[in-house]
């Protein structure tokens, strides 16, 4: 009967071995961050969701009723800017951590306006 020795790969297979584990936590962990970061992406647009509509409910309560029964192309703009306004000012974090600007505000005002752009 003979008898391996598998002392001297002992050391290949341990380092092999840590390097799979090591990878491993890696792969679940980047798609553990992943998943929270939508999750989190997903809270952050109904806050911003929410604070869009309240803008919008406030710049139509600023409207004058001649403004309201019938509103010009500069009553609309104005209250596209109060309401995106209205949204930068109340929840800024969100808008910042969803990477938006003014701009990207204002437009998504006029869809839910369903408002032409000026420009």
């Not at 509509?53 to 029964?69: C, F, R, V």
């Not at 003014?102 to 032409?116: D, F, I, N, S």
Request: proline share 3%.
């Amino acid at each position: 009967m003979h008898i391996i020795d598998f002392a001297s790969i002992q050391p290949f297979v341990s380092d092999l071995a840590l390097g799979l584990l090591s990878a491993l936590a890696s792969f679940v962990t980047a798609k553990a961050c992943a998943l929270l970061k939508t999750k989190r992406d997903g809270e952050l647009g109904v806050i911003l969701d929410k604070a869009l509509g309240m803008g919008i409910a406030y710049a139509t309560a600023q409207l004058k009723p001649s403004e309201a029964s019938a509103p010009t192309l500069t009553v609309k703009s104005e209250l596209v800017a109060w309401a995106a306004n209205y949204a930068l000012q109340h929840v800024p974090e969100a808008v910042a951590s969803l990477g938006l600007d003014g701009a990207h505000l204002a437009r998504m005002v006029e869809a839910r306006l369903q408002v032409k752009s000026a420009e």
